[in-house]
């Protein structure tokens, strides 16, 4: 073996021997707002850089990151700073690439200025736990080695803790514990997953007896079709069942979110191989407690849509332009918020607010929940220095983000509760470096500026900055 090698593997040895040995740490509500868009650039960046499998054998790695965390907290109305340390090891073993196992584990050190923790008084926390630890059979590949020849199908199958995501990741794109087929036939492709969340951390329901600890049963499966040169359809059913103890229990509110969700979509390339997008409409339904109800449920009926399209300039820099509308159904009798059921729907009125388990990125200064918003978002990247070695992998970039009411209820924060439906604009910057293949850094600065939908318009302003680095 050789030393490079035999250190990344005691390295990682020793901080997944640390995570068995040590209890598993709470996940608390920090992975909302600017800090899930970060937490996602992330888990991306981290995706890139894992190795290339190889066919027989045993791997090991990790990353070392930091992040700063300037933001104003608009919800509290105050100025927050986290310093953010963690420590991630993974170790993965693959039998000619029929079977492959993967753990992944995380330290993290979260080091807050005095009092600006908002989770608990103390400034300072440590958290251990499991992110990834999976088993995957392929049959498929199996069958090509037993035969020498490509099976007329491919199928493989994965069980443990994942990152499971359905359609453009609109409706789910979160870490579960599951189990998941994939098969593929010809031009189609079929998904299907069954898993539980995984618990403490943040609910879609961020009703306070609720909001940092989440128990649901998800299932669903997706069909795409990969037959069309430009296109990839897709249609996708998924069902969420809620099974939440709240903490503390009350005599006067019941919780029980469940909700179904039927999905269309597509995926490619339009009028020219440089210009790509992606479309998706999902409609919602299932029952509800409403706000102050112990003993009848409501109904959900809910819709969302987003449209993303980018042309990629073919030229020197690279520049790139991207369009995105994204659109949340929202419910007109919702008083203090969007996403909760303590101040949410009137009880004995059906629920139109849009709640679900996907990602997107509505800027990190604001950062809402897309519930009850028409939202539109303007992109624009290039890489200034691409003739320079050090510098070919710097992007420059910047997104202005527009929010609008799609009724005179609330949305997912609960200040911007005037009947007004202009709620305001933020503009973003950032810069993305790939210094080397095994360390970047990042930075990014959105401000929002809130308008008639708020009473209090102040400027709030998010800044973060990261470096990364991978053994």
Known sequence: ????????????????????????????????????????????????????????GFDAGGWFSFALFNYDDGSASRHRMLRQYQLRAWARVNIRGVHQFYVRGLLDWEDW??????????????????????????????????????PPFGLKLKVGRAYARIGTALVLSMPLDLIQLDVSAGDWDVKGFLGMTIRHRTNIDRSFAVSEDQ????????????????????????????????????????YDYTSHYIGLGSVGTILSPNLRYNAEIVGEYGKTFSNGAVDRQDRICAMAIDVMLEYLFKTKTSP??????????????????????????????????????????????????????????????????EDHDLFRRLELGTKAFFYHKATNGAISDTTGTNSSRWVGWEWDVYCDWRIRSDLTWTIRYGAFHPRSAFSDRSCRQFLYTAVSYSF
Request: aromatic share 12%; net charge negative.
């Open 1 to 56: 073996m050789k030393p490079v090698l035999h250190h990344k593997t005691l390295l990682s040895g020793l901080v997944l021997f640390c995570l068995i040995v040590l209890p598993a740490g709470r996940l608390t509500g920090q992975d909302t707002g600017g800090l899930a868009v970060y937490e996602e650039q992330l888990r991306l960046r981290l995706d890139e850089q894992l190795p290339e499998v190889r066919q027989v």
């Open 215 to 254: 128990e649901r049963c998800l299932w669903g499966i997706e069909v795409a079709y990969n037959g069309l040169d430009r296109h990839r359809p897709f249609a996708y059913f998924m069902s969420n069942y809620d099974r939440t103890t709240p903490d503390p229990r009350s005599a006067t509110q019941r």
């Open 320 to 385: 790139r332009l991207s369009f995105e509308y994204l659109f949340g159904s929202g419910d007109n009798d919702r008083s203090l918020s969007a996403v909760a059921t303590v101040g949410g729907n009137q009880a004995g009125t059906t629920d139109h607010a849009f709640n679900a388990f996907g990602f997107r990125d509505t800027g990190i200064a604001f950062s809402p929940d897309i519930a009850n918003l028409h939202t539109y978002i303007l992109g624009a990247s290039f890489f200034p220095l």
């Open 113 to 150: 200025n005095s009092g600006d923790n908002p989770d608990t008084p103390h400034d300072d926390e440590f958290f251990q736990r499991i992110e990834r630890a999976w088993y995957q059979f392929d049959l498929g590949q199996m069958l090509r080695q037993q035969t020498g020849k490509a």
